[in-house]
């Protein structure tokens, strides 16, 4: 679900977490009930500041019997009709939503192409956390300013649903990686200028964190940079404003450091799991950090499929290990010191059926590299983004990489570095 409008404070990084990899991910030894779901024992790692600690349980989907259906989000009368009966406990939640895939679609729906704003202080708690491309804030009352903020520049938006991943239940809350593409034109005045009358064809991420009907935690990407550039706004003109806008209120970033090299220890490798099942989280932390923090390109050849899809912020597209290479050379040569770590993980389906993985991680470099935004500034810049993962036969055919670029353009060409980066 993706809710609104950049924030005028800046990001504070998960410091809880530790490093990508390392520690071991046992699976629960529980069987799962039929067409639900499994528990599974997951490292503090895997947790976010909201549902973390040691010993907690994230039940995760065995099947895709429950999945989004290709440019759901429109027609929702109609969708209504045919939905059925309710496929999954949804207790606290309104009885109209049959599971928690049609919760996230359809309110997405009401409060963004309905244009019912106020829909958001149902579904949304009081005080909800949201951390979108430009940093955080708290409150209900924000997300409902955005919101308006952004249907009146863009009032014919539409919004599909192009894949929700979700895990949980109704007792322990769930959460959801809902992918949308989004489309409308600019006909009216927003904080970047008037109205440019031009067309404008997105997609993003957004990550919830839901119980009993209100979303508390928000994690959301807008692809800003791709916006800015179809409206034929400079992005760096607009990055320097608002790095600039940020700065004078000294903006709370507070980025807790990226731990690359462990006391002084070099990165080691993460090597394959020797389970007999197929490990998704052991494999995904393992890639992570063997490519961004040990810089092992190779384990690029042993992750995805030859002919693997790859999409990523600002429309960048292609076909094939290379292209998936070619990102994280870039990201590497830019941010030479680099360091990532993996702040949640979770997945839905099985062996046979593949697996899709919603990936959340954080990473902090400086801007000492030529591959991406230009001459080196020597700017201490904080990266998040999230990356959605299609796996088949223990290989990835498909990633969809998000990332807050228009922040990181921000930090680095703002006049003067972030009071809380440097």
Not at 34 to 44: E, F, H, I, N, V
Not at 221 to 244: H, P
Not at 290 to 306: E, F, T
Request: hydrophobic share 35%; aromatic share 10%.
């Amino acid at each position: 679900m993706s809710s609104t409008a950049q924030s005028n404070n800046r990001a504070k990084a998960d410091d809880s977490v530790r490093p990508a990899g390392l520690d071991p991910l046992e699976p629960a030894h529980t069987t799962p009930t039929p067409g639900t779901a499994r528990p599974r024992r997951t490292a503090a790692a895997i947790q976010g500041p909201t549902l973390g600690g040691p010993g907690v349980q994230r039940t995760m989907p065995t099947d895709l019997s429950i999945t989004v259906r290709p440019g759901s989000g429109t027609d929702t009368e109609r969708a209504a009709r045919e939905r059925g009966p309710q496929r999954q406990s949804m207790r606290g939640f309104e009885d109209t939503y049959t599971d928690i895939v049609d919760y996230i679609v359809r309110i997405t729906h009401r409060i963004w192409e309905d244009q019912d704003a106020g829909y958001i202080y149902d579904t949304y708690a009081p005080g909800c956390f949201v951390y979108d491309d430009s940093g955080p804030y708290y409150g209900v009352e924000r997300v409902v300013e955005g919101t308006i903020a952004s249907i009146h520049a863009f009032p014919d938006l539409r919004s599909f649903a192009d894949e929700v991943i979700w895990a949980g239940n109704d007792e322990e809350g769930f959460v959801t990686s809902h992918r949308y593409v989004t489309t409308g034109h600019h006909l009216g005045a927003w904080r970047w200028g008037p109205a440019t009358g031009r067309k404008v064809d997105l997609w993003g991420i957004a990550n919830c964190v839901i119980r009993e009907n209100e979303i508390f935690e928000e994690w959301v990407l807008y692809n800003m940079t791709s916006k800015f550039a179809q409206l034929g706004i400079d992005v760096k003109w607009a990055a320097r404003e608002y790095g600039n806008e940020l700065n004078r209120i000294e903006a709370n970033r507070h980025v807790g450091e990226v731990e690359r090299l462990l006391g002084g220890r070099l990165p080691q490798e993460i090597r394959a799991s020797t389970a007999r099942d197929f490990d998704v989280e052991h494999f995904v932390r393992g890639l992570f950090h063997n490519l961004y923090n040990r810089r092992d390109l190779s384990a690029i050849d042993r992750a995805y499929q030859a002919g693997a899809r790859f999409k990523a912020v600002s429309n960048r597209l292609g076909t094939g290990r290379q292209e998936v290479k070619g990102m994280a050379r870039a990201l590497l040569a830019t941010f030479p010191d680099l360091g990532m770590q993996v702040d949640e993980v979770y997945w839905m389906g099985n062996e046979a059926e593949g697996y899709r993985v919603s990936v959340r991680w954080t990473a902090t470099g400086t801007h000492r590299g030529y591959a991406l935004y230009g001459d080196a500034t020597g700017r201490r810049v904080h990266l998040w983004g999230i990356n959605h993962l299609y796996v088949q036969g223990g290989r990835i055919t498909e990633d969809w990489m998000m990332f807050n670029e228009f922040d990181v353009l921000a930090q680095i060409f703002s006049d003067e570095p972030s009071p809380m980066i440097g």
